[in-house]
């Protein structure tokens, strides 16, 4: 089966077309991630009105509940969360990062301690490629360890020596025919060894290929500049997928750079909080200025939530702790991010993109250094976590 299509480049940006068994995505893409088997607050007939074309699941917390036996009694992943459409399962490897006071580091994977009822059990490269094999999940990841970004050079080659290594093995066992398999590229903060794991990665003869241990904490800055770099040394013809990344700036610099493929819980986390994507920047729904606002989030949004609700009504869900509350703003800031891909493909086919990058950046500006203190938050808030992830 043809995996990919590279349709159109406009600088670096690039449009493509990915073809699962679970049918065909446009690219740039995002990706909304449904950990445990739902994005968070809202169902697949949402995800469905939004356009989202593909989800992520996560292989560490599927594991853990409600385990292979329900999966495989059910048939895989797809049917059991009644979505039909592609899913790509990412290998656990982030839980190694952010529940790093849980687990231990071996030659074949980690040894974790659940964050659920304490018990011990081990998850390697092969266990990881096995169940999502059972998942049926259309794209896999394999099994990799994410570096944080105040690591050391020599702390970070030795993760990615081992990384390469599961990897390497993990590139070798049975998967389902319809099954792509990503390699996973490494290396922190590092452009040497971002090379070497690229290099390594191209060996192994992946379908396509994603950019991990970026967004853990590094300034903006050095993000862009790793990822710059990583994508101008990938194959062209493969997609390039960019784990955890998804505020608009950031997906439109990224994507400026030759990124296609993305996912990231923070739309969804920061709708939980009252907090709404403009074209202008970001709104807190919860503010008081909106209590008495008759009007929709945003007057040119046509999504469900802007169709038939005013931010008076929405404000006063949060204020008064209404689950829909959640619904309703995470509807709103999925379909922001979906439809801001969808268009940017618009502008890469007509090769018009950069005049799109540099209209929007001009009004989305005043959010900028607002995300960044975000995610930075984000990254604080996942070290500090005590026995549990919610990622």
């Known amino acids: 089966m043809k995996f990919f299509e590279l349709n159109f480049k406009d600088g670096d940006a690039r449009a493509g077309t990915l073809y699962t068994s679970h049918g065909a995505i446009d690219t740039p893409v995002f990706m909304p991630v449904a950990t ?6 809202i169902g697949v007939d949402d995800l469905n009105r939004i356009g989202s074309q593909i989800v992520l699941a996560n292989t560490y917390h599927l594991y853990l509940r409600p385990g292979h036996e329900v999966i495989e009694k059910i048939s895989g992943l797809h049917k059991f969360m009644g979505w039909n459409k592609a899913i790509l399962t990412d290998s656990g490897g982030f839980q190694g990062f952010s529940l790093a006071h849980l687990r231990t580091v071996t030659k074949d994977g980690f040894i974790f301690k659940s964050h659920i009822d304490g018990s011990i059990f081990r998850f390697n490269y092969e266990d990881v490629i096995k169940f999502q094999t059972l998942l049926g ?38 998967i389902n025919s319809d099954q792509f398999m990503f390699g996973i ?27 991990g241990g970026l967004s853990v904490g590094e300034d903006i800055d050095v993000m862009y500049r790793i990822v710059d770099y990583t994508a101008n040394i990938l194959p ?156």
């Not at 990615?160 to 093995?169: P, R, V």
Request: charged share 25%; hydrophobic share 35%; proline share 3%.
């Open 36 to 41: 445990q088997g739902s994005v968070k607050a």
């Open 137 to 174: 999940s259309d794209i896999i990841m394999p099994l990799d360890i994410c570096s944080s970004s105040n690591q050391n050079k020599s702390q970070v080659e030795e993760s990615m020596i081992l990384t390469n290594e599961w990897i390497s093995k993990a590139r070798k066992l049975n």
């Open 185 to 211: 590229v490494q290396g922190g903060m590092y452009e040497d060894l971002r090379k070497s794991c690229v290099e390594q990665m191209i060996d192994l003869s992946f379908p396509g290929y994603a950019i």
């Open 236 to 391: 062209l013809n493969s997609p390039r997928y960019l784990m955890g990344v998804g505020s608009p700036e950031n997906l439109i610099e990224c994507i400026s750079k030759g990124i296609d493929m993305f996912d990231c819980v923070l739309p969804t986390r920061i709708a939980r909080n009252g907090s709404l994507f403009l074209d202008s920047g970001r709104i807190n729904i919860t503010n008081a200025t909106f209590k008495f606002d008759d009007n929709p989030i945003d007057l040119s949004c046509n999504c469900f939530t802007c169709a038939h609700y005013s931010k008076a009504y929405i404000h006063h869900l949060f204020k008064a702790k209404e689950f829909l509350a959640y619904r309703l703003a995470s509807i709103h800031n999925l379909y922001f991010i979906v439809n801001l891909l969808r268009e940017i493909r618009k502008t890469i086919l007509m090769g018009e993109f950069n005049n799109f990058k540099k209209e929007f950046l001009s009004r989305y500006n005043s959010a900028d250094r607002l995300t960044q203190v975000t995610q930075k938050k984000m990254w604080i808030e996942s070290q500090e976590r005590k026995g549990r992830d919610k990622f």
